[in-house]
């Protein structure tokens, strides 16, 4: 009789099991459980066959959330070299979109998600209490900053007469909001991961999810990426490789 477990059976059905998979013919259920890589690509070739998309789970969601939060750090950080280089090309009307990216997608919609189910559940868990209402008062003084910066950002005229303190407020908006989601990322999200039971865990991913399409329409997060990118093409900072240290000789070549 065949030992089920040795390697040689193992890669038999493996390779049996992978190819069917991909020729479509064997149930999603019966392959979805391994761990292995090849019956994981196997899993997912056929999830892309049968037309399904992949779940996004709570974290992640909110991670790439903080990705449009960064890009839109980058274009206060161009704002403020502009101002204070005195570049007669900086203009109020990126900036200001941008502050209505931060208003309407960061501040309404992402997180008002962490205080409405994120930090309750960490509270509720005794985890984090103190990082949590550090978390709470920055999201209210991020809410300040961005206030501000839609109204020195209204018009030309309002950015040119406010330039400085739009800088300050700006430069606080990053010092303070680069550590948030970093924190967030590496303690905050794990930490919620870990005491959300796995069926409230999935309940609230598909809330995430139709409540961003709530917010922003059918396009949702997408949509968002496309705005900031609009952005970022307006003030010339959206080519990737402008941010690539020119090449740098070695010690040993120095």
Known sequence: MEDRHSPAVRRRDLLSLSTA??????????????????LAAARDEHVHRQGHKPKVTPP???????????????????????????EEGMTA?????????????????????????????????GELCHTVSILELQHKRGRDLTARILD??????????????????MA??????????AWEDTVVFPAFRKVTPAKEFRRLG???????HRRLGPRGFAGVVDEVADIEKALQIHDLCQFTPEDIASPEQG
Do not use: W
């Not at 909110?62 to 704002?79: A, C, N, S, T």
């Not at 200001?96 to 309407?104: C, P």
């Not at 606080?172 to 989601?181: C, G, N, S, V």
């Open 21 to 38: 998979a991909l020729a479509g013919t064997v149930p999603l259920a019966v392959y979805a459980g391994s761990g292995t890589p090849a």
């Open 60 to 86: 992640e969601d909110l991670m790439r959330e903080h990705g449009v939060l960064k890009r839109i750090l980058l274009v206060y950080r161009e704002g403020i070299r502009r101002i204070e280089n005195g």
């Open 93 to 125: 009307q990126p900036l200001n979109a941008a502050a209505i990216i931060i208003r309407d997608y960061i501040e309404r919609c992402h997180e008002h998600l962490e205080e409405r189910h994120v930090f309750p559940q960490l509270r509720k868990a």
């Open 152 to 169: 020195a950002t209204r018009d030309s005229s309002s950015a040119s007469a406010q330039r400085c303190t739009l800088a300050s407020d």
């Open 172 to 181: 606080d908006f990053i010092r303070m909001y680069e550590p948030h989601e």
């Open 206 to 212: 598909e809330l995430f999810e139709r409540e961003e």
